[in-house]
């Protein structure tokens, strides 16, 4: 069972960056494909970003492409979402998931999910 605890959330202007972390309870995290996803009030989560299981691969959403970057720390069973140039859209809780096999975009797929942590753009 893989647990997953998300941090970094919080309130930023429009513009401005925030770098989310989420720390993995699991010692073969090497092994899992990561993302993140988002779900902003009455809407569905979707997928924002992914990365393979070595960090050489990694897939985003179109709507954060150029903006946002994912990567991973396997010393530190860790991944990251590093957001800049923030639009009032970006607003939502983002959650991060884990899964033991290839990343994809399909939220149903993905098998270990954090709890999620809130971003709040403002103008």
């Known amino acids: 069972q893989v647990q997953l605890v998300e941090s970094g959330g919080g309130l930023v202007q429009a513009g401005g960056s925030l770098r989310l972390s989420c720390v993995a309870s699991?010692?073969?995290?090497?092994?899992?494909?990561m993302a993140w996803f988002r779900q902003a009030p009455g809407k569905e989560r979707e997928f924002v970003a992914s990365?393979?299981?070595?960090?050489?691969?990694?897939n985003y959403a179109d709507s954060v492409k150029g903006r946002f970057s994912i990567s991973r720390d396997h010393a530190e069973n860790t991944v990251y979402l590093q957001m800049s140039s923030l639009k009032l859209e970006d607003t939502a809780v983002y959650y991060c998931?884990?899964?033991?096999?290839?990343?994809?975009?399909?939220?149903?797929?993905?098998?270990?999910w954090g709890q999620g942590t809130q971003v709040t753009v403002s103008s």
């Open positions: 990365i393979n299981w070595s960090g050489g691969s990694t």
């Open positions: 699991e010692r073969t995290f090497s092994n899992y494909a």
């Open positions: 998931a884990a899964r033991y096999d290839r990343a994809v975009m399909r939220t149903s797929a993905w098998n270990y």
